[in-house]
């Protein structure tokens, strides 16, 4: 109800209280209250469901590590954020309500930096990478390769907050766009968002032999290795990232599973990829690729929205879905799918929506 008011109270009060905790964060707070809000979000929506929480605070934990916070830093936090809730609440804050929230916290913080202790014993807080290659697939589509020092340890579909050197302690979230590899290559598909600081550095204004700046990886959107049944790959637009991960992942698998790919975008151009995958499915029988625009006359292939394009293509009761995109194109095709008969444990989800900049 009160939006950004609760977010600007709460970094206002954590400042105030703890100015050692300001270099901690960007210069522009804009995306990072954004981020709180959904974090807040969810916590609060799954708070009473500790096993689903579990892993995305555990996930929050690790990747809070590249911004220097230790576990002296959730002690303020808690402060601040307790007194942020004291101020909206009014009235309605009481003693016990107090003491609940107090607990919640604790709890929640435990978790985070039990994550964080155990990580720093494995991986460093950050991984620094170098630029092999920046391709403009589009105006402002880029293909980015880079490779880290020492090796990124992640699983086909997750994210790592991605910082330039163009944009200090500003971070954007990016899938790999490939499996692990053993010479440390990762590459990312960045589309130029208006206005976001951090996309429109890495689309111009990351040259090859410059340097990026990893997070620790995050994020479900993997891959179930104990199904045995066919998959359904949806990606729009860049959300075509993990989707490739885990393409990839399931072509080295000594018998992979039947698999759709649809690649969605508003017109050819913006199918970026499509030569690359029609390729990987040219070599591998079990593979169906199929990429359709909805705003292109002039295109010869599918056309209309993915979730119609999708439904056309169906059923899909037998297959584990794994979709990408933005908000819409994601809560679009998992509605379809879900009055098609598939089975909500079937359809894995990554929304970008919340992290576009």
Not at 57 to 85: C, M
Not at 226 to 248: H, M
Request: proline content about 7%.
């Amino acid at each position: 109800m009160h939006g950004d008011a609760v977010a600007l109270f709460f970094y206002s009060d954590l400042f105030l209280r703890h100015p050692d905790t300001r270099e901690l964060f960007p210069v522009s707070m804009s995306a990072q209250r954004d981020r709180l809000l959904q974090a807040l979000g969810r916590i609060v929506a799954e708070a009473d469901r500790l096993a689903e929480l579990g892993p995305f605070l555990q996930d929050l934990g690790r990747d809070h590590r590249r911004f220097g916070a230790i576990a002296d830093h959730y002690g303020p936090v808690g402060e601040s954020l307790l007194a942020t809730l004291a101020h909206f609440s009014g009235e309605d804050w009481t003693p016990d309500l107090a003491a609940e929230w107090t607990s919640a916290y604790q709890l929640v913080a435990q978790v985070m930096t039990d994550a964080a202790a155990i990580d720093a014993r494995r991986n460093p807080a950050s991984w620094d990478a170098t630029v092999l290659s920046h391709e403009l697939r589009t105006f402002d589509i880029a293909v980015i390769r880079v490779a880290t020092v020492q090796p990124v340890k992640y699983l086909p579909g997750q994210s790592v907050a991605v910082e330039s050197p163009v944009r200090p302690r500003l971070w954007r979230y990016y899938s790999m766009a490939n499996a692990p590899r053993e010479d440390s290559t990762l590459e990312f598909h960045v589309r130029m968002i208006d206005g976001g600081p951090v996309s429109m550095a890495l689309t111009r204004s990351t040259p090859v032999g410059s340097w990026l700046r990893l997070g620790a990886p995050v994020g479900t959107l993997t891959l179930d290795t104990s199904s045995r049944r066919d998959v359904l790959l949806v990606g729009g637009s860049t959300g075509l990232a993990p989707v490739k991960a885990i393409l990839e992942q399931l072509s080295d698998l000594p018998s992979p599973p039947r698999t759709h790919l649809f690649a969605g975008a508003r017109n050819a151009e913006g199918l970026y990829d499509m030569p690359d995958l029609e390729k990987l499915a040219a070599s591998a029988p079990w593979l169906q690729v199929t990429g359709c625009v909805f705003d292109d006359p002039d295109y010869r292939g599918e056309r209309g929205h993915l979730p119609d394009v999708v439904a056309r293509h169906g059923p899909w009761t037998g297959c584990d879905a794994y979709l990408a995109g933005s908000t819409a194109m994601t809560t679009a095709v998992a509605s379809r799918l879900t009055e098609l008969g598939v089975p909500a444990y079937q359809i894995h989800v990554e929304d970008f929506g919340w992290s576009e900049s």
